[in-house]
């Protein structure tokens, strides 16, 4: 695909930067080494998807998806100057924000949330990427007015994106397309809750023009929900591409890329 006259892909890191599971056996300070490599060319990869469109690379923030990766491993991370988190279990984020308590970690939830789970993310996180349902925001304003005085300030309202299941693929979280504006009405009737933007996983098995097709009916979604004015939403985020599809999700705006496997490596075994 092009953009601006220039080729954007997939994200395919050189043969150098994979490396198989036994990855996890190596010593934290090889593990370090081959992270900053991963990070150097992932930033590569950023700013060149970036100029093909000519945005900043300061408009795009890197999340680094964290799930199953020890907090030794994570340290790591922040010492290369990684300290957007974000994590898909909230049990493991109760257990990694208190080992990681000494470091200046902007933790992000990205994973489906469960009502009984809300307790244990609600006041750790900065941004709530997967807001997929009315039931899920009311219960967030019901359980965040109840504990509005034992909250930090900048914790309330609590800014939250909307998970739109934009491929339409059943295993997929996120509300349809064609729902995502009328959630967003409601959740603007909400008062300790500020909508900030949308969040989407593309198809994984899609082609390169079909996944980027899917990131820019995201964009159009947000510009829809901007262009109703509603009050307290400001669509400041788009939370779209991982490690494979980051560069196609850049070129059509994303503010927010998750990325795991393409700066931390493989995931460890399961168990």
Known sequence: MTAGGKTVDFYRPPATLQFPPGDWELSLDEVRRRM?????????????????????????QIILATKTVGPERLRLAAELGLLRFGENRAQE?????????????????????????IKDVCPRVALLHSLDRLELATALEAWLAGHSTSLPPDRLPL?????VNISGEPNKHGVPPTQAVELARQIASLPHLALQGLMTVASAEGSAPLVRAQFARLRQLAEEIQDLRL??????????????????????????IRLGTAILGPRPPAG
């Open 159 to 163: 800014p939250v994106l909307i998970e």
């Open 93 to 117: 984020l109760r257990v990694k924000s208190a080992a990681l308590a000494d470091l200046p970690i902007e933790w992000h939830f990205i994973g489906y949330l469960q009502r009984n789970k």
């Open 231 to 256: 009050p307290g939403v400001e669509m400041r985020h788009l939370s779209m591409g991982m490690s494979h599809d980051f560069p196609l999700a850049i070129v059509e705006g994303a503010t927010l």
């Open 36 to 60: 900053a490599d991963r990070l150097a060319h992932v930033e590569e990869a950023i700013r060149a998807a970036a100029d093909t469109v000519g945005r900043r690379r300061e408009e795009i």
